[in-house]
Antibody
Framework: QLQLQQSGPGLVNPSETLSLNCNVS??????????WVWIRQPPGKGLEWIGS???????YYTPSLQSRLTMSMDTSKNQFSLKLSSVTAADTGLYFC??????????????WGRGTLVTVSS | DVQMTQSPSSLSASIGDRVTITCRAS??????LAWYQQKPGEAPRLLIF???TLQSGVPSRFSGGGSGTDFTLAISNLQPEDVATYYC?????????FGQGTKVEIK
């Protein structure tokens, strides 16, 4: 079944690192037709693209988070991951993993995980 | 960055009405525009891509249009299950940006 299954802690201490995983079922993270994406949503607010990763290892990050953000991929586990360091309360929100489909040239986000609510608090 | 501005921010309409949401880009994005529906407590769902192409499984009462900087999402024959927040998103270049959302409610 085609799905993205997210995992990771829901509570992170300020100044520490937020880590989330997204396990892919029904598709391969090594498929050249897809990028793998993280998006977040602060409480009561809109959607913010965080970053994308391609199977080649290429990464693209939103400028405001670039210095704190690392995306990685484990093809043996068919999963990709997010690490955001030095978190503050402003990083609290719902984090989604997603798939960017580039079959038809530039790609839209056609598959989403259910989201992980991450709260930054001591 | 290219800014995406949606209007209205919220609307209330009756069952069976036709509603239209507008999305304006600060720069030309050609037709690299998608619309998503997000119901409370759920992940966004892709409705439309390339401005007007309906994603598989999406009811035909949803339609999209526009090109360049001005886009619309229309819902004809509004149904109770359409209560949600709708987002436009450009995907022509990074950083990909979303509109601020339009909340649709039933009168």
């Amino acid at each position: 079944q085609l799905q993205l299954q997210q995992s990771g802690p829901g509570l992170v201490n300020p100044s520490e690192t937020l880590s989330l995983n997204c396990n892919v079922s029904g598709a391969s993270v090594s498929n050249k037709n897809y990028y793998w994406v993280w998006i977040r949503q602060p409480p009561g607010k809109g959607l913010e693209w965080i970053g994308s990763m391609y199977y080649t290892g290429s990464t693209y990050y939103t400028p405001s988070l670039q210095s704190r953000l690392t995306m990685s991929m484990d093809t043996s586990k068919n999963q990709f991951s997010l690490k955001l360091s030095s978190v503050t309360a402003a990083d609290t929100g719902l984090y989604f993993c997603s798939r960017r489909n580039i079959v038809a040239a530039l790609g839209y986000f056609d598959l989403w995980g259910r989201g992980t609510l991450v709260t930054v608090s001591s | 960055d290219v800014q995406m501005t949606q209007s209205p921010s919220s609307l209330s309409a009756s069952i069976g009405d036709r509603v239209t949401i507008t999305c304006r880009a600060s720069h030309d994005v050609s037709d690299y525009l998608a619309w998503y529906q997000q119901k409370p407590g759920e992940a966004p769902r892709l409705l439309i891509f390339t401005a007007s192409t309906l994603q598989s499984g999406v009811p035909s009462r949803f339609s999209g249009g526009g090109s360049g900087t001005d886009f619309t999402l229309a819902i004809s024959n509004l149904q109770p299950e359409d209560v949600a927040t709708y987002y436009c998103q450009r995907y022509n270049s990074v950083p990909y940006t979303f509109g601020q959302g339009t909340k649709v409610e039933i009168k």
